[in-house]
């Protein structure tokens, strides 16, 4: 085992004692497995191609502030880093440094000394100093006919005074097409989403994880939730959970809807006062070691649904159920919007569910599939809802005025599939216990 292998076992076993130690999580992806990811892109390429991949930069809050820093997941998917000013190199022919033919390289801004790690897995990496990438990349490329680029920072920008858009990408490409004449640039978005979308036995247990520190806030929001309170006390009950779990943050802002803002699908301004006879959807997740949980739970803000209510979330929790039944591998995500259309349009509410019922969850909460066939590995959510204007005329006044979500992440099996989000409760009778405990 050379020297840097070591170190990251080290690392990871630190990591391991101390999460123990304070009872944080303790389960994290194996550096066996970042290697096998390694290996798994280079047999995608060919010995002219390179990939390059850049670290996420900090996103600018507001003056000097930056966010907190999130790593670009294709970036955290081939390497665990999560440190800004990297830059990964896949070099599939092979670069030599010193001594050793190396595949796999890092730059970085703070390593004083190159070093290189021999894998027992057949991927050989260095760790360079970020001040040898023109000359190293220089060289890579001269023998090189097609670059894939996964690039974070490079989207476009509005330029609103002008009324135009600056493309970023296309701007660099085309520059960096003019130095390497003849060189190909493509996306490297495919070939890796092609490995990310299928989890590995680590990344389901991590994403298993994450769904159940998700859980235990839905609970813990169920159990305190009274009129009167606003929409944001749930959200701290759900992401003080999240954070003392040793989670960073959400996976994305939690939705805390009540009443009307029940039917804003991307609800976040939480600060509602809260009333009896109103449901309060509460669509969260936890990112746990950048995966991501995505559960939604609808309450009655009394600890009690009204009768039209009640009836609603049965006909939502049916196509919730029936849509599971039919999960597993080479079912169509189309098959599953079909289904939950099938249900409601019995009852002719088909109209009122304005979104699909299921996406990809992963190291993003909508995360890259390959196609739209469902894989044996695959994380998906199953959501289904019903959402009634206030205004509506369509439907009895008892109807009007709120939305129903429930949604689930579910493993893709061989055969079928497995509700990770199973244990959080969901059924009129589980939640109205909870809630009047
Ligand atoms: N929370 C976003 C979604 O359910 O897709
Ligand atoms: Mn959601
Ligand atoms: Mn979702």
């Not at 820093?69 to 665990?80: D, M």
């Not at 129903?404 to 216990?433: F, Q």
Request: hydrophobic fraction near 40%; charge should be neutral.
């Amino acid at each position: 085992m050379k020297a840097s292998t070591a170190l990251y076992r080290y690392v990871i076993l630190l990591i391991v004692t101390l999460s123990l130690q304070f009872k944080l999580f303790s389960q994290v992806i194996s550096a066996e497995e970042y290697t096998s990811r390694q290996k798994q892109l280079l047999a995608l390429t060919s010995p002219n191609n390179a990939v390059i991949l850049k670290s996420a930069g900090y996103k600018v809050r507001s003056a000097d502030v930056a966010y907190r820093y999130r790593q670009e997941s294709n970036f955290l998917y081939l390497s665990g880093i999560k440190k800004t000013n990297s830059i990964l190199l896949f070099v599939p022919q092979g670069f030599r440094i010193a001594e050793n033919m190396v595949n796999v390289l890092l730059f970085d801004p703070e390593v004083k000394k190159d070093s290189v790690a021999n894998s027992e897995h057949g991927v050989n990496g260095a760790v360079v100093n970020s001040n040898r990438f023109d000359d190293i990349f220089n060289s890579v490329i001269k023998n090189t006919d097609t670059l894939f680029v996964s690039a974070p920072d490079l989207g476009f920008v509005n330029d609103w005074l002008n009324n135009r858009r600056i493309f970023i990408e296309r701007d660099a490409y085309k520059t960096l097409q003019q130095k390497f004449p003849g060189l190909k640039i493509k996306s490297a978005a495919a070939l890796i989403a092609g490995l990310r979308e299928i989890k590995s036995n680590d990344e389901t247990a991590v994403i298993k994880k994450a769904v159940e520190i998700t859980g235990k806030g839905i609970e813990r929001a169920m159990k305190i939730c009274k009129p009167g309170m606003r929409e944001y006390e749930l959200r701290a009950a759900i992401e003080y959970e999240m954070i003392r779990s040793g989670c960073d943050y959400p996976a994305f802002p939690s939705i805390i809807g009540s009443g009307e803002n029940s039917l804003i699908l991307h609800y976040e301004d939480d600060n509602m006062k809260m009333e009896k006879n109103q449901v309060v959807v509460m669509d969260v997740g936890a990112e746990l070691e950048g995966y991501s949980a995505d559960v939604t739970r609808t309450i009655p803000v009394t600890g009690r649904f009204t009768k039209a209510q009640k009836e609603i979330y049965e006909l939502v929790l049916k196509a919730n159920e029936e849509i599971i039944k039919i999960i597993r591998p080479g079912i169509k995500f189309r098959d599953l919007d079909n289904k939950a259309i099938e249900i409601f349009k019995e009852k002719g509410l088909d109209r009122y569910l304005p979104h699909s019922v299921s996406h990809s969850v992963g190291l993003d909460t909508h995360d890259v599939i390959s196609g739209q066939e469902l894989k044996s590995g695959m994380v998906i959510t199953v959501e289904p809802g019903l959402y009634f204007p206030k205004d509506e005329t369509g439907i009895e006044p008892e109807y009007r005025g709120f939305g129903i979500r429930i949604e689930d992440d579910v493993l893709v099996t061989a055969d079928g599939c497995e509700v990770i989000s199973r244990n959080i409760p969901k059924t009129v009778k589980e939640i109205e216990s909870i809630m009047n405990r």
